[in-house]
């Protein structure tokens, strides 16, 4: 059983940074490709980014490319994303998950994840 617990959030103004952590306990973190997704208020939950087991392979969604970094430390059993010029639509809850054994575009959709985290509120204001 993988804990997730992502760390993180808050408000900033748009074009501003923040860094979003996830933290994992249980399990073996290595086995595990790691993803971001995020769900505006009243919308669906969507893929943001995703990495690899030993980061040799990362994706995006095209509206974060160039903008989102997603990467890990397997020593400190975390998955950071670091957002840059955030905009107002990217105001959404923000997950971390974690997928066994799993790499390639698999990773940007839902199916691959076995854990979730709780969440962490990401507001970018105008």
């Known amino acids: 059983q993988v804990q997730l617990v992502e760390s993180g959030g808050g408000l900033v103004q748009a074009g501003g940074s923040l860094r979003l952590a996830c933290a994992a306990s249980?399990?073996?973190?290595?086995?595990?490709?790691m993803g971001w997704f995020r769900q505006p208020p009243g919308k669906e939950r969507d893929f943001v980014a995703a990495?690899?087991?030993?980061?040799?392979?990362?994706y995006y969604a095209d509206s974060v490319k160039g903008r989102f970094t997603i990467f890990r430390d397997n020593d400190k059993k975390t998955v950071y994303l670091q957002m840059n010029s955030l905009k107002p639509e990217d105001t959404a809850v923000y997950y971390c998950?974690?997928?066994?054994?799993?790499?390639?575009?698999?990773?940007?959709?839902?199916?691959?994840?076995?854990?979730w985290g709780q969440g962490t509120q990401v507001t970018v204001s105008s």
């Open positions: 990495i690899s087991r030993s980061e040799d392979g990362t």
């Open positions: 998950a974690a997928a066994l054994f799993t790499r390639g575009n698999l990773l940007k959709t839902r199916t691959p994840y076995d854990y």
């Open positions: 249980g399990g073996t973190f290595s086995n595990y490709a």
